[in-house]
């Protein structure tokens, strides 16, 4: 192992890494103050209640990927406890209460306890949800450490990890206690790295050396100095296609619509919005489903239904092709009509739940509000908007780990409403197999 005075001065010596983090701390500081802090208060002063306050966390870590909230231990984590709570209510005044900040570590190291006792009860009496205890300790100190960043550390995972293989942090302690301990630690460590480096150290810093040194990739940020910026990178959605089968391989240029699909598929005569629809029965076809193809000369219906044979949902489906993105405009009325013709009949299966998911191109002009009305006044338990690319990354992903299956994907289906962005697909791998899948927070 490598020392935290060498890892530090790594951190200090790189150009890149330095370059990096600022630029990610300015985000940072950016964000927190104008977005997540005011977000913070309207739910502390009770003007938002829980769930309208997990959807827009949601929201704003996934547009803003800068504190690792947006996978396992925060946002999945906290969507499983509010599934888990019997009483939505009670459970936004227990959270509201929770990540009010700490007035000591030794009230700091209370709370988590006191919070992950309580998490440790919804999941004895919830066993589909399974919320995880120990996330409580990234949970709190995350939305402590937005309120008050220089007096609450995040307790990563990789900062945790390396502390306990150097021996400065005991990984088997009581969650309070280890957050606590934490806490001391990069207090330690914090001054030590302020006099060897002469300059000022915070929290923040600690965490970004010990990750640039467990994790780091110079090939982000030469991809970004490549690319013109962040939002131009977009690795993970880039489908690998050799892994892809060539009858599906196309199906995000089909969805769009693109030259190349026009002249690919002109010889067969075939309208290219029948062509995508017939694409994504196959999909769903290879990841698992049994697919009744409807769509094209069936009348008023939507243009497939995936079931789950040996689970307890069904996903109705519509492709929809369009060049410059789809927007729902007045389809609600056509959706609800599908969902209403074919709900009955599945609920009838033994379905327990129902999804509705749209896939097109892309989505523009999207209201919230339209998809919270579907969801409240129908009988569906949950629609989402899917990019033919992210399908097909959903495909890939199953093809390479088979240990991937239909329960592992129906969050991609039912865990909120709204457009599924690829990089919440990392959401699905199981539990057991984070440390193989190379998942890290940071």
Excluded at 65 to 86: E, R, S, T, V, Y
Excluded at 217 to 225: F, I, L, P, W
Aim: some cysteine.
């Amino acid at each position: 192992m490598v020392s935290p005075e060498d890892v530090f001065q790594e951190f200090a010596d790189s150009e890149g890494a330095q370059k990096h983090y600022r630029e990610h701390n300015a985000k940072r500081d950016e964000v927190a103050e104008e977005e997540l802090q005011p977000l913070i208060n309207e739910f502390q002063n009770d003007d938002v209640d829980v769930v309208e306050f997990k959807s827009r966390i949601d929201g704003l870590n996934k547009r803003n990927q800068l504190w690792g909230f947006d996978g396992f231990i925060g946002q999945m984590h906290f969507n499983k406890l509010l599934n888990a709570a019997p009483d939505e209510s009670k459970f936004g005044d227990r959270l509201r209460k929770a990540i009010q900040t700490p007035g000591s570590i030794a009230e700091a190291g209370e709370k988590i306890d006191s919070f992950a006792e309580y998490t440790q009860r919804l999941k004895d009496n919830d066993i589909d949800s399974d919320p995880f205890p120990k996330s409580t300790i990234f949970l709190l100190s995350y939305f402590w450490h937005i309120q008050e960043p220089t007096e609450w550390p995040i307790f990563y995972p990789t900062s945790e990890q390396y502390l306990g293989d150097e021996g400065l942090l005991d990984t088997d302690a009581p969650y309070g206690t280890r957050y606590a301990n934490f806490v001391e630690t990069l207090d330690e460590l914090q001054a030590e790295a302020e006099t060897q480096l002469e300059s000022t150290v915070e929290y923040r810093d600690i965490a970004n050396a010990v990750y640039w040194h467990e994790e780091w990739d110079e090939s982000a940020t030469k991809g970004e100095e490549t690319s013109g910026g962040t939002e131009a990178r977009d690795t993970f959605v880039d489908v690998d296609k050799p892994y892809l089968p060539p009858v599906v391989a196309d199906l995000d240029e089909v969805a769009a619509g693109t030259e190349g699909a026009v002249n690919r598929y002109a010889p067969v005569d075939t309208d290219l919005a029948v062509v995508f629809e017939q694409k994504c029965g196959t999909l769903f076809e290879m990841l698992g489903f049994d697919t009744e193809l409807l769509g094209q000369g069936s009348g008023r219906n939507p243009d497939g239904i995936a079931v789950a044979a040996r689970n307890d949902y069904a996903v109705i489906y519509d492709a929809k092709k369009r060049q410059d993105g789809y927007r729902i405009g007045r389809d609600d009325r056509t959706i609800r009509e599908y969902i209403e013709a074919h709900t009955r009949r599945l609920r009838d299966q033994g379905k327990q739940h129902i999804y509705f998911a749209i896939v097109s191109s892309s989505f523009r002009d999207t209201e919230e509000s339209t998809l919270r009305d579907l969801r409240t006044n129908t009988d569906i338990d949950n629609i989402v908007l899917l990019k033919a690319k992210v399908l097909q990354e959903l495909l890939r992903m199953r093809l390479e780990e088979p240990y991937l299956n239909l329960d592992d994907m129906e969050w991609v289906f039912g865990n909120r409403p709204g457009e599924i962005q690829s990089e919440e697909l990392e959401n699905i791998v199981p539990e057991w197999r984070q440390d193989d899948s190379g998942f890290s927070v940071s």
